[in-house]
Each structure stands twice: as C-alpha cells, then as structure tokens.
C-alpha cells in the first residue's frame, strides 16, 4: 500500500516523504523514481501473490477465536466451534507465546483438519525460523 501510494505522490510530484528528492527533483528524476517504485511494487505482488490467496487461512490461524466459523471452510466449521466454545483452549492460546506450540497441542483427533491446516502454513515459516535460532 504504501508502495502505491509513494508512486501516486511522486507522480504529482508531492515529495512529503521524501525531502531529499524535494530538494533535487524535476519531471525527469520523478518519472524516473516512478518507475522504479512501480517495478518495485509489481516485484513484491508477484513475489508474495501465494500469501495474499491464503490470507483468509492465515486469519484463521492467527485468531482462530475470532474467525466466524460460518465463512470458513467446510472441513474446519465444526472443529472452529469446538475450539471456540473450549475456555481452556482459549486461555491456551492467549497465554502461549507461539503460536505453533498452540496448534501442536490440540488434540490430533479432535482438531485433525485445523491441526492440519495450521501444520501446512506453519511450516511455510520452517526455514526462516531455523536460520533466526542459529
């Protein structure tokens, strides 16, 4: 968003953000940074598209005591009632630090298709989290 909107400000030529170009620019130098910025935002949704076709499960993920069950998918509507309607599980998932931990306690049998939802988009961060612990 904010890529968009410096690309939008820059080709009006309002440098509010950036006060060193302000004192530089002309048409030129601003066209020129308006094409970089605009490559720049076309990379990232290219890069990061597959994240943005899974947010509604990352939301899911993220609080999933407040993901309204009837706009999730089929196969989680029941186990998200299940978890919501558990007090301790939502005390659990207040007071765990990682989110992971949270999800690796559930119950397998009970929460089969959250546990494995959780799993396939948790694992996603596998290799990032690995390198941070070295």
Do not use: W
């Amino acid at each position: 968003m904010k890529l968009a909107l410096f690309s939008r400000q820059v080709k009006q030529n309002t440098l509010t953000h950036f006060t060193t170009l302000e004192s530089v620019a002309n048409m030129e130098t601003t066209d020129k940074y308006v094409d970089i910025i605009t490559a720049l935002d076309t990379e990232f949704a290219r890069r990061f598209g597959d994240f943005k076709k899974l947010s509604p499960q990352f939301d899911i993920l993220a609080a999933p005591f407040n993901t309204d069950y009837e706009k999730a998918p089929d196969t989680l509507q029941l186990e998200l009632i299940d978890l919501q309607c558990d007090l301790q599980l939502k005390d659990k998932f207040q007071q765990s630090e990682r989110i992971n931990e949270f999800y690796a306690s559930l119950s397998e049998t009970k929460f089969a298709n959250l546990s494995d939802m959780a799993m396939k988009l948790l694992v996603l961060f596998s290799s990032t989290y690995i390198c941070v612990q070295i």
